[in-house]
């Protein structure tokens, strides 16, 4: 008899009618918001499966409106919120659900959004490493009045199978690089339309964003250290895609069209989603 457990931020009682609904899974593909999750399920059966998408709306399988899970085949889409606190919780009360439904040799990716720093806008990044605003390649966590700290590669082997599986003729650039979690959107990726009065000036932006560059870093976002801590402790492959809305070292503002970021969004899935096909081969 499986010991009764509850997974709250799921809204689900870790039963074997649970666990079995999640048996099989083998690549996690997270996304940060729950409409995105599901157009990537959508998209997914649409591809492998050759699923006609008027007839088919991927169903939820969370009970909590905190997070939304999508299954397509062995593939799960999820949302995970934003910034390192959301997509942490996630990804433990996930990881303990896929432990229970018997997966292994799993796959993490996350697909999502960031601001590009010296890159035409629309490039998609594979995270190498990600760093802390610091710019220190480490995630750190409090436990019981002490700091922890944890390292943030993420996984090589899986950048590189990702990178082979693209077609030659993209019409988007591909860099492999550091990504860089802030703590928010505006000041702690260094930006002057915040609404707080700021205590750094544009000369010493300018030095920030150097030091960036040097270090063979390409975007803000919010997520990366926390993911590839947890993945790299947990011994998970696991890595961080995401399409760039804007160059930095051009301005803060996010003037793209919806149909310009629309396409910079697809452009990240289409990456996900070529290295998936090729999984399925
Ligand atoms: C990218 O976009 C969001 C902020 O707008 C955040 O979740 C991230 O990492
Ligand atoms: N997400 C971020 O965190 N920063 C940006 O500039 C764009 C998307």
Not at 21 to 41: E, N
Not at 126 to 145: C, H, Q, S
């Amino acid at each position: 008899m499986q010991k009764i457990d509850y997974l709250y931020d799921f809204g689900l009682k870790l039963d074997d009618i649970t666990t079995h609904k999640f048996k099989g899974i083998k690549y996690v593909i997270m996304q940060g918001s729950a409409h995105r999750a599901q157009s990537l399920a959508t998209k997914i059966a649409t591809k492998l499966l050759d699923i006609d998408e008027t007839y088919f709306t991927p169903v939820n399988l969370f009970q909590n409106c905190r997070f939304d899970a999508y299954r397509v085949k062995d593939i799960l889409c999820v949302s995970h919120g934003m910034g390192t606190i959301s997509i942490i919780n996630l990804l433990s009360s996930l990881t303990k659900l896929m432990h229970l439904a018997g997966n292994q040799d799993l796959e993490y990716i996350r697909v999502g959004t960031s601001g590009g720093i010296g890159v035409d806008m629309g490039s998609i990044i594979i995270t190498d490493i990600a760093y802390t605003p610091e710019l220190n390649p480490e995630y750190k966590i409090v436990i019981l009045g002490k700091t922890h700290y944890f390292k943030t590669t993420m996984d090589k082997d899986l950048n590189q199978r990702i990178y082979d599986a693209q077609p030659q003729n993209l019409p988007f650039k591909i860099y492999t690089g550091g990504s860089i979690a802030a703590d928010d959107f505006y000041r702690g990726q260094a930006r002057f339309d915040g609404v707080t009065k700021l205590s750094y000036d544009k000369s010493e932006r300018f030095e920030y964003f150097k030091k960036i560059t040097e270090k063979g870093i390409y975007n803000f976002e919010m997520e990366s250290t926390a993911l590839a801590a947890f993945c790299s402790h947990a011994k998970i492959p696991a890595t961080m895609v995401a399409t760039t809305l804007i160059n930095r070292l051009n301005g803060d503002q996010i003037t793209a069209t919806p149909e310009m970021l629309q396409q910079f969004a697809d452009n990240a899935q289409q990456v996900v989603i070529n290295y998936l096909l090729n999984c399925s081969k």
